[in-house]
Structures are given as structure tokens and as C-alpha cells.
């Protein structure tokens, strides 16, 4: 790929984990202000569908929501679904850094699921990195250490990542056939009837501020997905995923500005070894890829 357009896309990688980063710290203050984990979670997806639907509309056309495969973007909707209360409610029980951290745990329960699930070989380094990366979580967990990351909310933060990973999969295997703005667009609006159903018992009022919250939470995400999506078409995912670790930066800074949080030691400790393991895995993946395609290019040739 040209130089430029590898630029692009991590320039648009980076402004995607801005946009989510600001979406789980307005989660977060959303819930300060009286809002409960499923009315943001209805309006995240709610004001996110015409977001959505205006970005397929200015590329491929809304010709491409049409899919013959509606039962498998209900299974992934199910499953995103329940991946978005882990992940909000990692945000709402922990400080966002640390919440944060947790989530680049992703690449190492990709490789488990990978070899366990696909059958995809592993070999004893990509092993290594996942058992380094696990350290690295009982370093900023500290069991049993009783400071502010709970072992309950220790535990949400790695179910939300490994439901990220999950998704991936099955976003691997929808790719085959749909393009990413429709499979976006059917779980948002699969989404809604549940979460309708579930915030019908959770209405609350909420002054002019906590409503703008929640509306701005499912434009910033929707915002945040679209810009995910356009990165990996100019770039690799190998070059754009350690943007993704840039979260951090802007956890650590919306946690100080608006909670008056700053990460503990232990998370100053844990986090650079959890991120040295995803990206140990994510440059294996990408090397693993290349001698692939070489090798084809090889037979081909002969």
C-alpha cells in the first residue's frame, strides 16, 4: 500500500479509539448523573442507526443492507449484545483506565479462541505471549490486594474482552459475504428491541445536560465505528491495531479531568506488559501472514 494511504488509515484508527475512548468516558458520567447501564446502552445504539445508515449511504448504497444471511446477524447481535454490557459495565465499575487496560487483553483471548475454536496452529511464542499477557492482568488486578479494582470488576473487564474477541470471529466469518456498513447497520437495529424492552423498565427523568449525554454517547460511538471500519480499508490490521493503545492515554486523561482519577501503580506496572504481549501477538499474526502469501506467490511461480 502507498505511504499515504497507510498514513490515512492510522490516522483514522487513531481518531477511532478518540471517538470510543470519549464514548466510554461520557458513559461514565452519564452514569454519575442518575443514567442506568441500559438506558446508555439503548441510546448508544438508538442515535447511533442513522449515523450508521448515512455512512452507507455516501459509500455503497443502502442497496447493501439488503442480506441473505439474517440468521447469522441475529447470533452476532445476541452476542455483541451481551459483549456491550460487559464492556459498559467494565466502564462503569471501574476507573477508565483501568477498564481501558482490560480491554487490550483482546489479542491474547483471539489467539485462545483461535486455537481452540478454528483449529488455527499456535506454536509455543504466541502461547508464551498469552501466558506474559495474563501477568500482566494479575499485575493490575493485585487479587486479594483490596484496592480500587474489584475482583468482580476485574472479572467484567476480561468477560467484556473476551467477548470482543468472540465478535471477531464472527465478524471474520460474516466478511465473506457482507461488507462491514451492513453488518454494523443490522446490529444496531437488531439491538433496539431488546434494549427498548429493557429501558421501558429503567425510564428516568434527566435534565437538558444528562439527555445531551446520552444522545452524544451513541453519535461519538456511531462516529467511533465508522471511523474503525474506514481505517481497515487503508491499512493492515497489523499497522493499525497498536493505535488501538492510545486508549489509554485518553482514559488516563478523561479519568484525571472529569473523575479526579489517576491510574494506580499497578496499572502503571501491568499495562505496558499486557500491551507488549498484544502486540507481540498482533506482529506474529502479521508475520505468520506474509510468509503465507509468500509462500503461494512460490507455488504459483513454480
Same mark, same amino acid.
Given at each position: ?83 456491550? %454490557? /460487559?464492556? =459498559?459495565?467494565?466502564?462503569? #465499575?471501574? $476507573? !477508565? @483506565?483501568?477498564?481501558?487496560? *482490560? ?80 453488518? %454494523? /447497520?443490522? =446490529?444496531?437495529?437488531?439491538? #433496539?428491541? $431488546? !434494549? @427498548?424492552?429493557?429501558?421501558? *423498565? ?92 509468500? @509462500? ?7
Amino acid at each position: 500500500m502507498p505511504g499515504d494511504t497507510i498514513l490515512k488509515g492510522v490516522g483514522l484508527r487513531l481518531l477511532a479509539i478518540f471517538f470510543l475512548s470519549t464514548m466510554s468516558a461520557l458513559v461514565k458520567l452519564a452514569e454519575t448523573r442518575g443514567a442506568t447501564l441500559f438506558e446508555t446502552m439503548f441510546w448508544r445504539q438508538f442515535c447511533a442507526l442513522p449515523v450508521v445508515v448515512a455512512f452507507v449511504a455516501m459509500g455503497p448504497g443502502l442497496a447493501t443492507l439488503r442480506t441473505r444471511r439474517f440468521g447469522a446477524h441475529l447470533g452476532r447481535s445476541a452476542v455483541g449484545l451481551l459483549g456491550m %454490557v /460487559f464492556t =459498559f459495565g467494565s466502564v462503569l #465499575l471501574l $476507573p !477508565l @483506565a483501568e477498564a481501558t487496560t *482490560f480491554q487490550f487483553t483482546v489479542p491474547i483471548f483471539a489467539t485462545i479462541l483461535g486455537a481452540l475454536i478454528l483449529r488455527e496452529p499456535t506454536g509455543w511464542q504466541r502461547w508464551s505471549a498469552v501466558l506474559v499477557g495474563f501477568a500482566g492482568v494479575l499485575i493490575v488486578a493485585q487479587p486479594g490486594a483490596g484496592h480500587h479494582v474489584t475482583p468482580f470488576g476485574a472479572v467484567i473487564g476480561l468477560l467484556a474482552a473476551l467477548f470482543v474477541a468472540i465478535v471477531a470471529i464472527l465478524l471474520r466469518q460474516l466478511g465473506r459475504t457482507e461488507n462491514s456498513g451492513t453488518t %454494523v /447497520f443490522w =446490529f444496531s437495529l437488531l439491538s #433496539l428491541p $431488546p !434494549l @427498548a424492552l429493557l429501558y421501558a *423498565f429503567n425510564l428516568k427523568p434527566h435534565d437538558a445536560a444528562t439527555w445531551a449525554i446520552l444522545v452524544s454517547i451513541g453519535l461519538v460511538g456511531g462516529m467511533g465505528q465508522i471511523a474503525l471500519t474506514a481505517a481497515l480499508r487503508h491499512a493492515p490490521v497489523a499497522v493499525v491495531v497498536p493505535m488501538d493503545y492510545s486508549g489509554l492515554v485518553w482514559a488516563t486523561l478523561y479519568g484525571w479531568m472529569l473523575f479526579g482519577l489517576l491510574p494506580g501503580s499497578a496499572t502503571w506496572l501491568g499495562a505496558p506488559v499486557i500491551v507488549a504481549s498484544g502486540l507481540f501477538i498482533v506482529w506474529r499474526e502479521h508475520r505468520l501472514g506474509r510468509q503465507k502469501v509468500a @509462500a503461494a506467490s512460490a507455488i504459483e511461480d513454480a
